[in-house]
């Protein structure tokens, strides 16, 4: 049974309102006295500097955004221009520039070179076309990962096409296994993206470094490959970031576009 000490501490006359009591565990006995509200202060008055004028406020912004916009338009400048299609086009005029294949007649090399454009520009940018205008792919940029499977089988074909053109005519087996390597690549890129969003603009450039390397090795090498090597090297790094600056792909999709492009190439072109 609880003792009731209500008596001990009777309420003092005249207090009963004000909210305090000994027999409460508000007063003084458990604790502190509530305090009495004080009244309110008058707000005291701001002395806030004055807002700068947007042209002083914007003019940081203003810088940092359009830095972004420097960015973002060389971005999609290197990966238009160093998109996977021309890859080929751009390693075989390197072919004819910086190896043993520097002593074939100006005539021939402007017809190889149409020819393989042809076959690995034109026929797929052709066809991708046509799949746009069906509604079978929403970007001609291929950046989503669901509508890059036609294309990608379109590509290997044209790359397969192209190394059975160099066969026939008899140009070094190096040279041949360049373009089988770059659809060899395509085909990897291909089974990878029904799980896994790769770079094919990695893949591609990372190629051509291969290319180069097999040309060191086993091309008559001319000497002012080095510099072509390092430039394409610089190229490969910045066409990389690009990549991940646009948000096409992470670190990882681009450093995977590497190993699949090189090794494809560097393997394929060691067959004698």
């Known amino acids: 049974m609880p003792i ?11 207090q009963e309102g004000d909210g305090y009591s000994l027999n409460r565990r508000e007063g003084s006995l458990f604790g502190e006295r509530p305090k009495d509200p004080e009244p309110p202060s008058a707000p ?3 002395n806030n500097p004055p807002e700068p004028s947007p042209s002083v406020r914007g003019s940081k912004d203003d810088g940092e955004s359009s830095a972004e916009s420097v960015i973002t338009g060389v971005s999609h400048f290197l990966s238009w221009v160093l998109v996977p299609l021309l890859m080929p086009v751009y390693g075989l005029m390197l072919a004819f520039g910086l190896s043993i294949l ?17 076959i ?31 294309p990608y089988v379109i590509t290997a074909l044209c790359f ?23 659809a060899l690549a395509t085909v990897i890129n291909m089974l990878i993206n029904f ?17 180069l390397i097999r040309i060191e090795r086993d091309g008559s090498a001319e000497p002012e490959l080095f510099f072509w090597l ?4 610089g190229l490969c790094g910045l066409l990389g ?10 670190v990882w999709q681009v450093l995977a576009g590497y190993v699949v492009g090189f090794c494809s190439v560097f393997i394929l072109t060691m067959i004698r």
Do not use: C
């Open 4 to 14: 009731d000490t209500s008596s001990y501490y009777p309420e003092v006359p005249g």
């Open 44 to 46: 005291e008055p701001q």
């Open 102 to 118: 520097d002593v074939v007649p100006m005539g021939m090399r402007i017809g190889f070179t149409l020819a393989v454009a042809a």
């Open 120 to 150: 690995d520009v034109l026929i797929p940018m052709a066809l991708i076309v046509v799949l746009k205008r069906f509604g079978l792919i929403d970007d001609l940029g291929l950046n989503g990962q669901r509508e890059r499977l036609i």
């Open 160 to 182: 397969g096409g192209s190394a059975w053109l160099m066969a026939t005519k008899a140009a070094p087996m190096w040279l041949t296994m360049f373009f089988a390597g770059g």
């Open 195 to 211: 799980r896994w969003k790769i770079s094919a603009h990695a893949a591609g450039i990372a190629g051509v470094v291969a290319l």
């Open 230 to 233: 390092l430039l394409t090297i």
């Open 241 to 250: 970031s690009a990549r991940v600056w646009l948000g096409r792909h992470t």
